[in-house]
Structures are given as structure tokens and as C-alpha cells.
């Protein structure tokens, strides 16, 4: 399969739909403009095409592997970081003081994501160093700040994020690990992490672990938290590396997928740290390395889809079975159903995400809480519905394909057991639903209603020139506001959460309504306005079932007893 970057769709949502002229008519931004994003997109888009898509496959057949301690990474991993590095990808919307470029979110959100789509096991490297980077910009002390920012951005160093044990997954609070101070400002570091995506790599000169432990007089829960930066190497002060930490990559997981990312055991036995942020503040500051984490993988669920549907297209066109218009599959229609859904619930995603992005640059930008407010609001329904269309349009892929869909040489198998993990990590898409329908619904629901209200006034707009799309998300949005207005009403959090997850799904259908219904006024009598009428007729509509769904309640989830449930 050849991966080809979708540039024509970023700048298309870019220029017509996600209004990315409003984030550099901001001062912040202004150095960002047509030019310039047209560059970096072209740029990243021969990355992608031409070094890291190449190594996807290899990644697969020869995982990375721990011999006798040491870790080997995937064949020709190590060249292409270096091309990531060299082209300044990890620190593209990193402060410049430091050696970043200070662009946008909304870029770094396609770049990683179109490398994704080339190579997910590789991409997820840059992608931990680009959350750490974000951390200790905000939370770090100076010191820290200067010594590692320069070399995290310019990868000579790499990334990891260390929360989980095994006892402490989506609890993060009951975790274990310990940190005692050392006297000297510096802490002990002891415990075992479980799950460390490139705990280590033979490309990188240091691997620059952030490690959630707790203090001796730390609360339990997550409140008692801290954070340290723990090296493997302890660097001197000017930055040359000194002796090996107390710290180890004990063994490597084997996994469903993802085989190119070693997903390490790591043992910290007393090792060096420093503390990053407050004493008991390691949430707060782990948090702005999970939601730029989020927005990513998010990202890579969307890559995927753009890569299964690119396969899954080239494939159609190729395999002859039956009678046909043209003698390929393409031409039967339940094919180009699969295929039709693919391209549209990829756009809407897609469209989702840089929304999500476009409103984290507005918030840099500006300050002002609307744009943070957004930011929080979209980044659950961005990270789970990017996920889940990357898994649903796998697994349509290998459908599209046949039987040749489950034999591992075309390709499409990869792809599905790749992506599978995404709804899992960095939150699983369950405790996403659970944040949208909590967290970000303090506000008793303001936000969900002011965003229903910009999708219902567009489509209002629209009935002049598109009456019966217009009509289709207009209805799907009073249906959204009552739901919403029905989870805002329960007091009770467990009735919201027993919904939390249709309903998130339902709010994600009806923004692709929105950004297809945009589409479609961009480009009458177009492809992308036949596009939309697909989406909107035919899969906007899931909205409905997912809604009822989410109102129904805690009751009915929970009235098989688990006996019951084991009979
Ligand atoms: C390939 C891979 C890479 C990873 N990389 C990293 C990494 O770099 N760093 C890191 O720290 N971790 C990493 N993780 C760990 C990952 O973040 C966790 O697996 C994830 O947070 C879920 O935790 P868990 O596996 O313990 O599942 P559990 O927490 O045991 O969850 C099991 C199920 O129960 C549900 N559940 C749990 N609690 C609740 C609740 N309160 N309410 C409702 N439902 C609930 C979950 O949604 C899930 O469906 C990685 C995992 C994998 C598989």
C-alpha cells in the first residue's frame, strides 16, 4: 500500500471550514499564514509518504526487542526519528525561545496526524515528547525548563509519560510508587510503571521519563500526586550526559498491535527525579501532557481511517468479482456504501479534531474562558470519536477487502490491530463519555448548548440554498439540546453515565452533520456537497437511537443482577 498524505483535505478544512484565518488575524499567530501552512503541510506530507509510511510494515514483522537489557528498535526506526527530528516536527508548536517553532495546534494536530496514518508505532515517539514538552513548559522550574526543553525539541532526547501500574489504570490514585526526598532538592524515585510506551529507544542520547509517585506526606487519592522528571541518564549541568539512573526497562508487552512501539515495564529503584510543578500538584500538571495527548491520539484514530480508506479504495479498484459498471467491486453498491461511509465519518473526524485544535490556539491566543471552556468541551468527543471511526473504518477496510482483508500481507489487518488499542489509552473512550457528561457539564450545560445553538443557526441558514439537509440537522440538533437538557437535569451521576457514551457518539454525529453541512455549502453541486448528503441522510440519523439510548438511564443498565449477568 502506498500512503498518500491527504493535504487537499487539511487545506480545504483548514481555509473553508474551520476558520484557521482566525487563529493568525491573532497577534500570537500571525506569522502563520497561507504560505506558510501550505509549506509545512507539503513538507510533512513527503515525511510521511516518503519515510515513515515506508517503514510501517517492518515495524509489524520485526518488533522492537529487549536483548539482554537492551532495547532494539523496529529496523530503520532510528533514520526515521532522525528525519522527524531533523525536520523539527517534535517541536512544532513548542515555545521558540527554546527552539520550537510556536505554530499553531491546529498544525501540529494534521501534521501528527497524517503521520499517523504513514506510521503509528513511529509517530507515537515524537508524540509523548511533544505532551512532555507542553508539561514542563507550563509547570517546570526554570532550571529544568532550560536544560531539557532545548534537547527534547531538537530530539536528541525523548519523552515518555509514566502514570500507570497495575493496580492503578484508570484509578490513577491508587498508584504506589514512592518519592522521598533526597535532601538536596532532588528525590528517590521507587516503583514499578506497567504499560510505558517507548520507555526506552536506541536513537534518542537520554529517555526523559515524567513519573507520577507520591510524597511521604502526599494524601491518598489522586490529590497526594506528584510529578518528577526522572532521566535515564543524569545529565550535568551543561547538558553532556553523567551516570545511568536507578531505573530499568524490565520486560516488553506483547500486544494485540502497535509491535514497531516497545510498550515497556519499567523499574525505578530509587532513581533521581526532580519535581515538576506544586508538591501534591502531579495531576494538575500531568493533565496538560494528557489533554495534548488526548487531542493526539484522537489524531491517530483519524490517520488510520484515512489509511484504511485509502487502501480499502486502491483495493476496490483493483479486485474484479461479479458483474459490474466497470468490473471491479467499486461498482457494487454495498461496496460503495462501505467505501462512502468511510471518506465521510473520516472528514467529520477529521473536521472534529481541528475544531478541538483550532480552539486550543484560540485559547493561547486569546486567554479569554470561551475558548478554554471549548477546548475542554470538544477534546473527549475528539479523542473518542477520532478513535472509534479509526477502528470502525479498519474494520471496514478488512471488510472491503475480502477475504485478503485477513491475511496479514495486504496490509488492512495492521491497520485494525493498530488502531484497536486507541479507545484504550490516554483515558479509555468510557471515561472520556464520563468527562463530557460530568466535568465538562458543570457549567449546568452552557457550553453543549451554545455549541448546539452555532450548529442549529448554520443549518437554519442553510435551509435557503440546501432545504432538506438544513432541515435534517436542525431536527438533529433539538434532539441533542433536549438530551442535553435531560443529562444537565440528573442529579445523579450514575444516570448520566449510564448514557455518557451514545450520548457522546450522538454529539459527535451531529458536529459531522455540521462540518458536512459546511462542506456542502462550500462546494454546490460539487463532490463534497454529495458527500454531505450522504453523511447527513444516511448516518446522521444514528443520532436518533444513540439519544433514546442516553436517556434511558442507570435502571435498565444495571438490572441484571451480576448473577443474573453470569447466568
Ligand atoms: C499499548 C499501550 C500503551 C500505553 N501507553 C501508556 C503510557 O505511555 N503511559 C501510561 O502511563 N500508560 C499507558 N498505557 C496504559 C493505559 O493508559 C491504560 O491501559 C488505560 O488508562 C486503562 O487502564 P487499565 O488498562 O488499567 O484498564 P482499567 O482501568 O482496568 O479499565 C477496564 C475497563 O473498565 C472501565 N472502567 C475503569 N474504571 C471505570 C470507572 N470508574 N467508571 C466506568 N468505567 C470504568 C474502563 O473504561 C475499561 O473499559 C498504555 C496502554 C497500552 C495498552
Not at 88 to 93: E, F, N, R, V
Request: charged fraction near 20%.
Amino acid at each position: 500500500m502506498t500512503f498518500r498524505a491527504p493535504l487537499s483535505e487539511y487545506e480545504f478544512l483548514l481555509n473553508t471550514v474551520i476558520g484557521f484565518d482566525q487563529i493568525t488575524a491573532t497577534e500570537r499567530f500571525a506569522e502563520a499564514d497561507g504560505d506558510v501552512v501550505s509549506a509545512i503541510l507539503n513538507e510533512a506530507g513527503k515525511l510521511c509518504n516518503e519515510v515513515m509510511a515506508p517503514l510501517n510494515r517492518g515495524g509489524d514483522l520485526t518488533p522492537s526487542a529487549l536483548e539482554n537489557g537492551v532495547l532494539r528498535s523496529a529496523p530503520g526506526f532510528g533514520d526515521g526519528w532522525k528525519a522527524i527530528a531533523e525536520g523539527g516536527w517534535i517541536g512544532m508548536s513548542a515555545p521558540q525561545e527554546h527552539g520550537g517553532m510556536g505554530l499553531p495546534m491546529t498544525l501540529t494536530t494534521a501534521v501528527n496526524e497524517m503521520m499517523s496514518g504513514a506510521c503509528l508505532s513511529l509517530q507515537l515517539a515524537p508524540l509523548m515528547s511533544q505532551g512532555q514538552i507542553e508539561a514542563l513548559e507550563h509547570h517546570a522550574s526554570d532550571a529544568l525548563k532550560e536544560l531539557y526543553l532545548p534537547k527534547l525539541i531538537s530530539g536528541e532526547w525523548a519523552g515518555t509519560m509514566n502514570l500507570t501500574e497495575p493496580q492503578a489504570g484508570s484509578d490513577v490514585g491508587a498508584l504506589s510508587s514512592k518519592a522521598e526526598p533526597n535532601g538536596d532538592g532532588t528525590y528517590a524515585i521507587s516503583g514499578q510503571k506497567i504499560f510505558i510506551t517507548w520507555g526506552d529507544n536506541d536513537f534518542a542520547e537520554n529517555i526523559c521519563h515524567l513519573v507520577l509517585a507520591r510524597l511521604p506526606d502526599g494524601a491518598a487519592g489522586t490529590k497526594g500526586i506528584s510529578l518528577f522528571l526522572v532521566p535515564k541518564y543524569l545529565p550535568n549541568e551543561d547538558g553532556s550526559l553523567g551516570a545511568a539512573n536507578d531505573l530499568k526497562v524490565v520486560s516488553l508487552e506483547h500486544k494485540l498491535g502497535l509491535h514497531g512501539s516497545p510498550t515497556c515495564v519499567m523499574q525505578y529503584d530509587g532513581a533521581k527525579g526532580w519535581l515538576v510543578g506544586e508538591a501534591h500538584g502531579g495531576m494538575a500538571a500531568m493533565f496538560t501532557m494528557m489533554n495534548n495527548a488526548r487531542l493526539g491520539v484522537g489524531g491517530q484514530g483519524v490517520g488510520i481511517s484515512e489509511a484504511a480508506y485509502q487502501q480499502a479504495l486502491d483495493y476496490a479498484l483493483e479486485r474484479k468479482q461479479g458483474k459490474s459498471a466497470s468490473g471491479s467491486i467499486a461498482d457494487h453498491a454495498d461496496v460503495r456504501r462501505m467505501l462512502m461511509e468511510m471518506k465521510a465519518d473520516t472528514y467529520a473526524a477529521r473536521a472534529i479534531l481541528l475544531a478541538c485544535a483550532h480552539a486550543i490556539d484560540m485559547q493561547v491566543a486569546t486567554g479569554e474562558a470561551e475558548w478554554k471552556a471549548r477546548a475542554a468541551f470538544l477534546t473527549p468527543i475528539a479523542k473518542a470519536f477520532g478513535t472509534e471511526t479509526g477502528i470502525r473504518q479498519a474494520d471496514t477496510g478488512v471488510q472491503v477487502h475480502g477475504g485478503m482483508g485477513f491475511i496479514e500481507e495486504t496490509g488492512a489487518a495492521q491497520l485494525l490491530r493498530d488502531v484497536r488499542v486507541t479507545s484504550i489509552y490516554e483515558g479509555t473512550n468510557g471515561i472520556q463519555a464520563m468527562d463530557l457528561v460530568a466535568r465538562k457539564m458543570m457549567d449546568g450545560g452552557d457550553m453543549a448548548h451554545r455549541i448546539i445553538d452555532e450548529i442549529e443557526a448554520q443549518a437554519e441558514g442553510a435551509r435557503a440554498t440546501h432545504p432538506n439537509m438544513g432541515e435534517a440537522v436542525w431536527q438533529a440538533c433539538e434532539s441533542l439540546r433536549e438530551t442535553t437538557e435531560w443529562m444537565v437535569a440528573q442529579d445523579d451521576l450514575q444516570e448520566r453515565f449510564a448514557g455518557a457514551v451514545p450520548y457522546l457518539r450522538a454529539f459527535a454525529r451531529v458536529l459531522g452533520g455540521h462540518f458536512h453541512l459546511s462542506a456542502a455549502i462550500a462546494d454546490k453541486g460539487g463532490p463534497r456537497e454529495k458527500l454531505a448528503r450522504f453523511y447527513i441522510k444516511r448516518m446522521l440519523p444514528e443520532h436518533a437511537g444513540l439519544l433514546v439510548h442516553a436517556q434511558e438511564g442507570y435502571a435498565g443498565t444495571m438490572a441484571l443482577t451480576l448473577e443474573e449477568l453470569a447466568g
